[in-house]
C-alpha cells in the first residue's frame, strides 16, 4: 500500500510539478540480456505489472537487449529478480542525471542560419526561430508549413523546400515522442545541407524534389521534455489524473491491436480511440491534402540502430515488401562506410515486435506511399534517449548518407517519379490480391 502511494504521488508530480524540473539522481539504466522464453516472460511480467520501472524497449524475442531505467530504491529489487533467475543484465549507466547534466542545450541567435551547431539540443522555441531565419533567407526555396496544432494550441511546424513545381515529394516526420530528442537534432541536419551543401548528390536530391519537413511533430511533449520531465514520451492531453497519448499508437491504422496499452497511466497508451489527440488528427489531414504528391515518407525514433518498414501487425511481405527491403538494406550499407554503424532492416513486426497504431502503417495503408520507413537512430543500448550531443554530428552524417542512398536505389528501381504512384498502386493491389489467394 505504502508503495502504491508513492508511486502514485511520483506520477502525479511528473504529470503536474511546473515550479521545479525533476532530477533523475542516481538513476539506473540496466541492459539486461535475457536468453530464454521464460527469462522474457518474467520481463514482460514485469513490464506489465510493476510501473516503477521504465522499459526503454520492449522485452520481445526480436530483442538481443532490453534497456530498463530505476529509481535508486527499486533497484536492488530488480536485480534480485535478475539474478534469482539467471538473467544475464549490466548496468549501463549509474546516474542517468549526470547523463542529462552533460546534454548540452544551446540557444539559437537569431538572424544568424549557421549559428545552429551540431554538438548541442535545441528546445522548440529556438527549432523554430532557426526555421524561421531559414524561410526569410532562402524566400525563393523554403516556405513555412503547419502540418497541425498540439493540445495545448501550438503549431506543428515544418518547412517545405521546393525548386519548382511539379515534383515528387519526400516527408519527414520526427520528434513524435517527446525524449527522443536526437530525432529533431538530425532531421535539423538534414534540412541544413539540403540548403547549404556543396555536395553534388545533396544539391541534386534537394533540387529534384519537394521536401516536406516536420522536426517536432509532438511540440507540447518535447517542451515538457526540456523544462520539466527530460524522459517524457507522450503529448500533453489529460485523462483523469493521467496526462499524455503516445501519439505514436494513436493512428487509426490496426488501432490498440498490438504494442500499444489502454491504461492512461503507461506510456504506451494508445488513446480512447484512434485519432483522439489534436496532433495525429490535424497532421494527418495534412498529409491527406497533399498524399497525392508524396513518394517517400521518413519517421525518425531512436533508439536501436533499425531501419523499419510497414506493418506492425504482420510479417506478411505486404505491398513492395521486396523492392523496399532491397531499397533499405543497399542504404543500411551505405550508412555503415562512414564510422562503421550496422543498421538491421525488416519490417516493423519481424525486426523488433508486433506494434500498431503507428503513422507510418496509416500513411502506407491509407495514402499508398511507395516507400516508407523509420529509422530508429543511434545508440544501441549504452546511452538510449541520453545521446551524447558528441555524438548527433556522426549519427546525422552517416543518417544523411544513407538518405541519399534510399534515393538512389529507389530511382533505380523505378520509384520517385512522375508514374511511380501508379505503378507502385498496382503492385501494392496485386501483391494483396496474391496474398490472399494463397491463405
Same mark, same amino acid.
Given at each position: 500500500?505504502?508503495?502504491?502511494?508513492?508511486?502514485?504521488?511520483?506520477?502525479?508530480?511528473?504529470?503536474?510539478?511546473?515550479?521545479?524540473?525533476?532530477?533523475?539522481?542516481?538513476?539506473?539504466?540496466?541492459?539486461?540480456?535475457?536468453?530464454?522464453?521464460?527469462?522474457?516472460?518474467?520481463?514482460?511480467?514485469?513490464?506489465?505489472?510493476?510501473?516503477?520501472?521504465?522499459?526503454?524497449?520492449?522485452?520481445?524475442?526480436?530483442?538481443?537487449?532490453?534497456?530498463?531505467?530505476?529509481?535508486?530504491?527499486?533497484?536492488?529489487?530488480?536485480?534480485?529478480?535478475?539474478?534469482?533467475?539467471?538473467?544475464?543484465?549490466?548496468?549501463?549507466?549509474?546516474?542517468?542525471?549526470?547523463?542529462?547534466?552533460?546534454?548540452?542545450?544551446?540557444?539559437?541567435?537569431?538572424?544568424?542560419?549557421?549559428?545552429?551547431?551540431?554538438?548541442?539540443?535545441?528546445?522548440?522555441?529556438?527549432?523554430?526561430?532557426?526555421?524561421?531565419?531559414?524561410?526569410?533567407?532562402?524566400?525563393?526555396?523554403?516556405?513555412?508549413?503547419?502540418?497541425?496544432?498540439?493540445?495545448?494550441?501550438?503549431?506543428?511546424?515544418?518547412?517545405?523546400?521546393?525548386?519548382?513545381?511539379?515534383?515528387?515529394?519526400?516527408?519527414?516526420?520526427?520528434?513524435?515522442?517527446?525524449?527522443?530528442?536526437?530525432?529533431?537534432?538530425?532531421?535539423?541536419?538534414?534540412?541544413?545541407?539540403?540548403?547549404?551543401?556543396?555536395?553534388?548528390?545533396?544539391?541534386?536530391?534537394?533540387?529534384?524534389?519537394?521536401?516536406?519537413?516536420?522536426?517536432?511533430?509532438?511540440?507540447?511533449?518535447?517542451?515538457?521534455?526540456?523544462?520539466?520531465?527530460?524522459?517524457?514520451?507522450?503529448?500533453?492531453?489529460?485523462?483523469?489524473?493521467?496526462?499524455?497519448?503516445?501519439?505514436?499508437?494513436?493512428?487509426?491504422?490496426?488501432?490498440?491491436?498490438?504494442?500499444?496499452?489502454?491504461?492512461?497511466?503507461?506510456?504506451?497508451?494508445?488513446?480512447? #480511440?484512434?485519432?483522439?489527440?489534436?496532433?495525429?488528427?490535424?497532421? @494527418?489531414? *495534412? %498529409?491527406?491534402?497533399?498524399?497525392?504528391? +508524396?513518394?517517400?515518407?521518413?519517421?525518425?525514433?531512436?533508439?536501436?540502430?533499425?531501419?523499419?518498414?510497414?506493418?506492425?501487425?504482420?510479417?506478411?511481405?505486404?505491398?513492395?515488401?521486396?523492392?523496399?527491403?532491397?531499397?533499405?538494406?543497399?542504404?543500411?550499407?551505405?550508412?555503415?562506410?562512414?564510422?562503421?554503424?550496422?543498421?538491421?532492416?525488416?519490417?516493423?513486426?519481424?525486426?523488433?515486435?508486433?506494434?500498431?497504431?503507428?503513422?507510418?502503417?496509416?500513411?502506407?495503408?491509407?495514402?499508398?506511399?511507395?516507400?516508407?520507413?523509420?529509422?530508429?537512430?543511434?545508440?544501441?543500448?549504452?546511452?538510449?534517449?541520453?545521446?551524447?550531443?558528441?555524438?548527433?554530428?556522426?549519427?546525422?552524417?552517416?543518417?544523411?548518407?544513407?538518405?541519399?542512398?534510399?534515393?538512389?536505389?529507389?530511382?533505380?528501381? #523505378?520509384?520517385?517519379?512522375?508514374?511511380?504512384?501508379?505503378?507502385? @498502386?498496382? *503492385? %501494392?493491389?496485386?501483391?494483396?490480391?496474391? +496474398?490472399?489467394?494463397?491463405?
Amino acid at each position: 500500500m505504502l508503495f502504491i502511494k508513492t508511486f502514485s504521488f511520483f506520477i502525479l508530480y511528473i504529470n503536474l510539478a511546473v515550479c521545479e524540473k525533476f532530477r533523475f539522481d542516481n538513476y539506473s539504466v540496466f541492459k539486461i540480456i535475457p536468453e530464454t522464453e521464460q527469462q522474457y516472460q518474467i520481463l514482460q511480467d514485469i513490464r506489465r505489472d510493476d510501473p516503477r520501472y521504465d522499459f526503454w524497449t520492449d522485452p520481445l524475442p526480436l530483442r538481443e537487449f532490453v534497456n530498463v531505467m530505476s529509481s535508486p530504491g527499486d533497484k536492488t529489487y530488480l536485480e534480485d529478480i535478475l539474478q534469482k533467475n539467471e538473467i544475464k543484465y549490466e548496468i549501463v549507466m549509474q546516474n542517468i542525471q549526470e547523463a542529462i547534466d552533460e546534454e548540452i542545450v544551446n540557444t539559437f541567435t537569431r538572424s544568424g542560419i549557421r549559428n545552429m551547431e551540431w554538438n548541442a539540443y535545441y528546445n522548440l522555441n529556438d527549432i523554430n526561430g532557426w526555421l524561421d531565419d531559414l524561410v526569410a533567407t532562402y524566400p525563393n526555396t523554403v516556405s513555412r508549413i503547419i502540418g497541425g496544432v498540439s493540445y495545448e494550441g501550438r503549431d506543428i511546424r515544418g518547412i517545405k523546400i521546393s525548386h519548382g513545381s511539379g515534383r515528387r515529394a519526400i516527408f519527414i516526420e520526427s520528434g513524435i515522442h517527446a525524449r527522443e530528442w536526437i530525432s529533431p537534432a538530425t532531421t535539423c541536419y538534414i534540412i541544413n545541407e539540403l540548403l547549404t551543401s556543396n555536395h553534388t548528390e545533396t544539391r541534386a536530391a534537394a533540387r529534384d524534389y519537394d521536401w516536406y519537413i516536420f522536426p517536432v511533430t509532438n511540440p507540447d511533449g518535447y517542451i515538457w521534455s526540456h523544462e520539466q520531465f527530460r524522459m517524457w514520451r507522450k503529448n500533453r492531453q489529460p485523462y483523469g489524473t493521467n496526462f499524455g497519448v503516445d501519439l505514436n499508437r494513436n493512428w487509426n491504422n490496426n488501432w490498440l491491436v498490438a504494442g500499444s496499452s489502454s491504461n492512461p497511466a503507461l506510456d504506451t497508451y494508445a488513446g480512447p #480511440g484512434p485519432f483522439s489527440e489534436p496532433e495525429t488528427r490535424s497532421l @494527418s489531414s *495534412y %498529409i491527406q491534402s497533399i498524399g497525392d504528391q +508524396i513518394d517517400m515518407y521518413i519517421a525518425t525514433h531512436s533508439f536501436g540502430h533499425l531501419l523499419l518498414l510497414p506493418f506492425g501487425n504482420s510479417t506478411e511481405p505486404y505491398g513492395n515488401y521486396h523492392d523496399a527491403m532491397n531499397i533499405g538494406r543497399r542504404a543500411m550499407g551505405a550508412l555503415s562506410v562512414r564510422y562503421g554503424t550496422m543498421y538491421r532492416t525488416g519490417n516493423i513486426a519481424e525486426a523488433i515486435y508486433r506494434a500498431t497504431g503507428g503513422s507510418v502503417d496509416w500513411v502506407k495503408e491509407q495514402i499508398k506511399v511507395p516507400l516508407v520507413y523509420v529509422y530508429e537512430f543511434r545508440d544501441n543500448g549504452t546511452y538510449g534517449f541520453l545521446l551524447p550531443p558528441s555524438q548527433i554530428l556522426p549519427n546525422s552524417e552517416e543518417v544523411m548518407d544513407s538518405l541519399l542512398e534510399l534515393i538512389h536505389q529507389a530511382k533505380r528501381l #523505378g520509384y520517385l517519379n512522375s508514374s511511380s504512384r501508379f505503378y507502385a @498502386s498496382i *503492385y %501494392i493491389c496485386l501483391s494483396a490480391f496474391l +496474398i490472399t489467394l494463397l491463405r
